[in-house]
């Protein structure tokens, strides 16, 4: 199977609190991505690292993406109640043309 | 906000019944896309489209089928509906640069089959 692992399958954290989420795939990728999915609804896209980048940032986003060990991480800082959400990665597989995703993170934030 | 719209959102239907699930985008997008997912798992590709007259089988093999005579329209389509088919259906897009396969995704269908 190509598909994705993330870990943990679910986090519940205090507001305010740092949020880790990580992702592993199994095969050479061009680029990985993550996704947000509020509940029975469609999927937003968060941001996309490259293969050639290591880091990147978006707002209280971080993602670390580590080839060696085909692996990513997204960090949300200061977590607020509205980012109770599902959290997908996704990543593009060298010479294929579509997106493959994880199984996610169900990630709940206390008030 | 994407443009990219899907209805119904929700459906109740009997088994046998033909459903078709709509599926527009206004982005002009050439890569289109169905997903299901089943509460609280990922995502399944059941088919895409790379532009008109376009589409293929994704990796779960699936009984409906697709169709896309424009570019903005790729609706899916049941031809006799059972429980098992009892899902979420996510529609997408893309744009056509792999170096940037982002997805914009609808609000997707809650199909229930009775």
């Known amino acids: 199977s190509q598909q994705g692992e993330e870990d943990p399958q679910a986090l519940s954290i205090q507001e305010g609190e740092n949020a880790t989420m990580n992702c592993s795939y199994k095969?050479?990728?061009?680029?990985l991505q993550w996704y947000r999915q509020n509940s029975g609804r469609g999927l937003v896209h968060l941001i996309l690292?490259?293969?050639?980048?290591r880091e990147k940032h978006s707002g209280r986003l971080r993602v670390t993406l580590d080839t060696s060990k085909k692996s990513s991480s997204l960090l949300i800082t200061a977590s607020r109640a509205a980012d109770t959400a599902s959290y997908f990665c996704?990543?593009?597989?060298?010479?294929?043309?579509?997106?493959?995703f994880g199984q996610g993170t169900r990630l709940t934030i206390n008030p | 906000e994407a443009d990219i719209y899907q209805t119904p959102r929700y459906l109740v239907i009997g088994t046998g019944k033909k459903i078709t699930l709509e599926c527009s985008q206004t982005?002009?997008?050439?890569?289109m896309y169905w997903y299901q997912q089943d509460p609280g798992m990922e995502l399944h590709l059941i088919h895409y489209?790379?532009?008109?007259?376009?589409?293929e089988k994704g990796d779960l093999s699936s009984e409906s089928t697709v169709s896309r005579i424009r570019t903005e329209h790729f609706p899916l389509t049941l031809e006799s509906a059972r429980p098992s088919h009892t899902s979420q259906y996510l529609c997408?897009?893309?744009?056509?640069?792999?170096?940037?396969?982002?997805?914009?995704f609808g609000s997707g269908t809650q199909l229930s089959v009775l």
């Open positions: 997408a897009s893309s744009e056509t640069t792999v170096s940037n396969e982002k997805l914009f």
């Open positions: 095969t050479s990728i061009n680029n």
């Open positions: 690292i490259r293969s050639n980048e």
């Open positions: 996704a990543h593009l597989i060298q010479g294929a043309q579509k997106l493959v």
């Open positions: 982005m002009g997008h050439d890569k």
């Open positions: 489209s790379y532009g008109v007259n376009s589409t």
